[in-house]
C-alpha cells in the first residue's frame, strides 16, 4: 500500500523556522518529481516547491523564494522543506504529491499555522 505521511507541522511564529517531512513507503519514488503544495483556509491549493530525481530542476512559488529550501532524498523516499518564515505565511496545509502523472499519489497533509 503506497503512503505519504508528512510530519513536522507545529505553530510557527513569524520570523521562525519549521522543517516539514514527508516520507513515502510502498513503492518507489526515485524517478519522480516531488512536490509539496499548500492550502490555506478559502483559498485554492498552490505549489510551493518541487524537485525532479536528478535535484537539478528546482521551481519555487514566487512567494517562497529565497525563504524555503526543498530537498530530497530518492534512496529512503524522503521529501523536505525548510520553511524560514520572514514574514507571515498565514495558516496552511502543506502536503506532498509524487508519482506518475496518471497516478499521483498525495499525503494527508500536516498543518501549520502561523501565530500573529
Known amino acids: 500500500q503506497v503512503q505519504l505521511v508528512e510530519s513536522g507541522g507545529g505553530l510557527v511564529q513569524p520570523g521562525g523556522s519549521l522543517r516539514l517531512s514527508c516520507a513515502a513507503s510502498?513503492?518507489?519514488?526515485?524517478?519522480?518529481?516531488m512536490g509539496w503544495y499548500r492550502q490555506a483556509p478559502g483559498k485554492e491549493r498552490e505549489r510551493v516547491a518541487s524537485?525532479?530525481?536528478?535535484?537539478?530542476?528546482?521551481v519555487y512559488a514566487d512567494s517562497v523564494k529565497g525563504r524555503f529550501t526543498i530537498s530530497r532524498e530518492s534512496a529512503q523516499n524522503m521529501l523536505s522543506l525548510q520553511m524560514n518564515t520572514r514574514k507571515p505565511e498565514g495558516t496552511a496545509v502543506y502536503c506532498c504529491?509524487?508519482?506518475?502523472?496518471?497516478?499521483?499519489?498525495w499525503g494527508q497533509g500536516a498543518q501549520v499555522p502561523v501565530s500573529s
Open positions: 524537485i525532479d530525481w536528478t535535484k537539478r530542476d528546482i
Open positions: 510502498g513503492r518507489s519514488f526515485s524517478t519522480y518529481i
Open positions: 504529491k509524487t508519482g506518475p502523472a496518471r497516478n499521483e499519489y
